[in-house]
């Protein structure tokens, strides 16, 4: 009998806060007063904190993202600051860093604009932006640099895994959960950060004709994009993964989320020298006496992006073109040795990790300059010929009793032709 009251009394049990006995919940923690209270009221209480910015560090998560901090009128940086914080870790390409920096900037004034007075005065658009430059030249390196700068969450996505949905690969969708879960699973910070996707240009469209068969990671990707690059509601993921019934969404508002996309757009060149009236390379009628044919991404337009297959509906939707130089002899120089994350820099830290101090003789580092040039990979070409000449000396130099080491050109020439370099020039 005993036992039968103690169940009835346990199913009794009710919420504190909405009422609801304990069958009706998931689970329901009662308290040393008697006190109760159910799973779902304590997720309703700790999205209420998230979304006023009410929870401390101490109380998130182990190994959950940091909450990205508010930011305030007086803590802006100028377009000029950042801009400066870039230089420091990324040579030359000043046009598609004063870009960045702007959009940046009208970023960020947005969103304080957003909780105004003046916003009902008026309603500033985003400016999306498209970076267009050869592999290397550090599209993706601007927007990890810019990352770590920025007071919004933050996250770098790969075009080239996403598909329509209901076919293998990754919804489109899939990008929002990435930026959620970068925001420490903040819905209102989440609605206020900045997206890069990378490989914009492998979406492209397959063919000039739409109509012969359903292209499904190229121009089916871009048609999902449109709704969210110009802003909507979006059922997300928290966790990301496939949409299914059972899982339980958060909408996100993408109105307010600034979109970066970067690609290669190999072989556009072409198209620019055709709408210029000129070739891109050999002798042929131009348009102008001023035409750089050495840099043709200078004079890129919409109508080169559209051209190449992207659809008319995305191209409005990126209205800030941009381009990046490619890299001359003078500024692969540089990289190996001006940057706060320079590659030499980097060798010379883990070799003094093992008490080792190494140096770089001034032609060594101009003959990997060389080859780097003659194999046509920017800044990635670099650390690839470095990798060849350093592999030996990384394996053997741990276990010897080696304090000082020094790269000259003829022990860089002799480890770098003696590799297995699987590095070919661009175009055999």
Same mark, same amino acid.
């Given at each position: 009998?005993?036992?039968?009251?103690?169940?009835?009394?346990?199913?009794?049990?009710?919420?504190?806060?909405?009422?609801?006995?304990?069958?009706?919940?998931?689970?329901?923690?009662?308290?040393?007063?008697?006190?109760?209270?159910?799973?779902?009221?304590?997720?309703?209480?700790?999205?209420?904190?998230?979304?006023?910015?009410?929870?401390?560090?101490?109380?998130?998560?182990?190994?959950?993202?940091?909450?990205?901090?508010?930011?305030?009128?007086?803590?802006?940086?100028?377009?000029?600051?950042?801009?400066?914080?870039?230089?420091?870790?990324?040579?030359?390409?000043?046009?598609?860093?004063? =870009?960045?920096?702007?959009?940046?900037?009208?970023?960020? &004034?947005? *969103?304080? $604009? #957003?909780?105004?007075?003046? @916003?009902? %005065?008026?309603?500033?658009?985003?400016?999306?932006?498209?970076?267009?430059?050869?592999?290397?030249?550090?599209?993706?390196?601007?927007?990890?640099?810019?990352?770590?700068?920025?007071?919004?969450?933050?996250?770098?996505?790969?075009?080239?895994?996403?598909?329509?949905?209901?076919?293998?690969?990754?919804?489109?969708?899939?990008?929002?959960?990435?930026?959620?879960?970068?925001?420490?699973?903040?819905?209102?910070?989440?609605?206020?950060?900045?997206?890069?996707?990378?490989?914009?240009?492998?979406?492209?469209?397959?063919?000039?004709?739409?109509?012969?068969?359903?292209?499904? =990671?190229?121009?089916?990707?871009?048609?999902?994009?449109? &709704?969210? *690059?110009? $802003? #909507?509601?979006?059922?997300? @993921?928290? %966790?990301?993964?496939?949409?299914?019934?059972?899982?339980?969404?958060?909408?996100?508002?993408?109105?307010?989320?600034?979109?970066?996309?970067?690609?290669?757009?190999?072989?556009?060149?072409?198209?620019?020298?055709?709408?210029?009236?000129?070739?891109?390379?050999?002798?042929?009628?131009?348009?102008?006496?001023?035409?750089?044919?050495?840099?043709?991404?200078?004079?890129?337009?919409?109508?080169?992006?559209?051209?190449?297959?992207?659809?008319?509906?995305?191209?409005?939707?990126?209205?800030?073109?941009?381009?990046?130089?490619?890299?001359?002899?003078?500024?692969?120089?540089?990289?190996?040795?001006?940057?706060?994350?320079?590659?030499?820099?980097?060798?010379?830290?883990?070799?003094?990790?093992?008490?080792? %101090?190494?140096?770089?003789?001034?032609?060594?580092?101009?003959?990997?300059?060389?080859?780097?040039?003659?194999?046509?990979?920017?800044?990635?070409?670099?650390?690839?010929?470095?990798?060849?000449?350093?592999?030996?000396?990384?394996?053997?130099?741990?276990?010897?009793?080696?304090?000082?080491?020094?790269?000259?050109?003829?022990?860089?020439?002799?480890?770098?032709?003696?590799?297995?370099?699987?590095?070919?020039?661009?175009?055999?």
């Amino acid at each position: 009998m005993a036992k039968t009251n103690s169940k009835q009394s346990r199913k009794e049990e009710r919420c504190s806060f909405c009422g609801r006995s304990r069958n009706e919940v998931e689970v329901l923690f009662q308290g040393a007063d008697g006190a109760t209270i159910c799973n779902d009221c304590i997720e309703v209480g700790y999205t209420s904190l998230a979304n006023n910015n009410l929870i401390s560090q101490k109380g998130a998560a182990k190994g959950a993202p940091k909450v990205p901090v508010g930011f305030t009128p007086d803590k802006l940086l100028k377009p000029a600051q950042i801009k400066e914080f870039l230089d420091t870790y990324i040579i030359g390409q000043d046009s598609a860093k004063r =870009s960045i920096a702007v959009a940046v900037y009208n970023h960020y &004034k947005r *969103l304080i $604009g #957003t909780n105004s007075e003046q @916003a009902a %005065e008026v309603e500033i658009d985003k400016s999306n932006i498209i970076l267009v430059g050869p592999t290397g030249t550090g599209k993706t390196l601007i927007a990890r640099t810019i990352a770590r700068l920025l007071e919004v969450p933050f996250t770098i996505v790969d075009a080239t895994v996403l598909t329509q949905a209901g076919y293998v690969g990754e919804d489109v969708e899939s990008i929002l959960s990435r930026l959620y879960q970068a925001s420490g699973y903040n819905l209102e910070s989440t609605q206020r950060g900045i997206i890069f996707i990378d490989e914009i240009d492998k979406i492209a469209r397959k063919g000039n004709n739409p109509s012969i068969t359903r292209d499904v =990671s190229g121009e089916g990707v871009q048609q999902a994009l449109l &709704k969210i *690059l110009e $802003g #909507t509601v979006v059922n997300v @993921a928290p %966790e990301g993964g496939r949409k299914h019934p059972e899982q339980k969404f958060v909408q996100v508002d993408t109105r307010n989320i600034l979109f970066i996309c970067g690609g290669a757009f190999d072989g556009i060149e072409k198209r620019i020298a055709q709408r210029l009236n000129t070739r891109a390379i050999g002798y042929g009628r131009a348009a102008g006496t001023d035409i750089d044919r050495e840099n043709m991404l200078r004079y890129v337009q919409p109508q080169d992006i559209k051209s190449y297959g992207l659809i008319p509906e995305l191209v409005g939707r990126l209205p800030v073109i941009t381009h990046l130089e490619p890299l001359s002899r003078e500024v692969l120089r540089n990289i190996l040795t001006e940057p706060k994350n320079a590659i030499v820099r980097q060798y010379q830290h883990l070799f003094k990790m093992d008490g080792i %101090e190494l140096t770089f003789e001034d032609e060594a580092l101009d003959y990997i300059v060389d080859k780097a040039v003659e194999f046509t990979l920017g800044a990635r070409g670099l650390r690839s010929i470095c990798e060849a000449v350093m592999k030996d000396l990384m394996f053997d130099a741990p276990s010897s009793d080696l304090k000082r080491f020094v790269i000259t050109k003829q022990y860089a020439e002799q480890k770098f032709e003696a590799s297995a370099s699987t590095l070919t020039k661009q175009g055999e």
